[in-house]
């Protein structure tokens, strides 16, 4: 079950990491004070849901994110991967390409007209977690701790370690 005081995230877990589950508490606290969650708590209030299902928002991203994701085939043929727009060469990084054109496009046109023709979008289940993030959580990692982990990956490759 997603969403708000679901399974999915009462049980993260951290591994422990008290600072890290404080960062991503806050994370989520300012979360639920965004103008995306407020709108989307008065839109429940006008249309009521049954207990158990969770709604889900698509939130415009002004970033081609490479992690899973859906998109219409025709969408990267005709669009991403055509010639003629010169976006993507072949062998290139998408991400790399399109988020300074999406970036921008909707800084020209404005978000609605601006974003439209590239539809990405990240899956909101409103419950306040980050939708994106690197694993490793180096962003909340203490500088000491990322520093002994650099460390420990270069032993492990063999690299000198000084």
């Not at 005081?5 to 989520?28: C, K, M, P, W, Y």
């Not at 590239?118 to 959580?137: E, K, N, Q, V």
């Amino acid at each position: 079950k997603y969403g708000p005081n679901s399974d999915s995230t009462r049980r993260l877990d951290v591994g422990g990491r008290a600072e890290l589950q404080a960062n991503i508490a806050q994370l989520a606290a300012t979360y639920m004070k965004s103008h995306q969650q407020l709108e989307h708590e008065s839109w429940l209030q006008n249309n009521p849901q049954p207990p158990d299902v969770c709604r889900l928002s698509l939130t415009p991203t002004f970033f081609w994110y490479d992690n899973t994701h859906i998109c219409e085939t025709a969408h990267y043929r005709d669009f991403i991967f055509d010639p003629k727009y010169r976006m993507v060469a072949r062998g290139g990084f998408v991400e790399d390409k399109v988020s300074p054109v999406i970036k921008k496009t909707v800084a020209r046109l404005g978000l609605i007209e601006g974003h439209a023709r590239f539809g990405c979008f990240l899956l909101d289940d409103h419950s306040g977690m980050f939708f994106t993030g690197h694993l490793d959580g180096g962003s909340y990692t203490p500088l000491e701790e990322r520093k002994a982990m650099e460390a420990k990956r270069r032993k492990q490759k063999g690299e000198v370690v000084g």
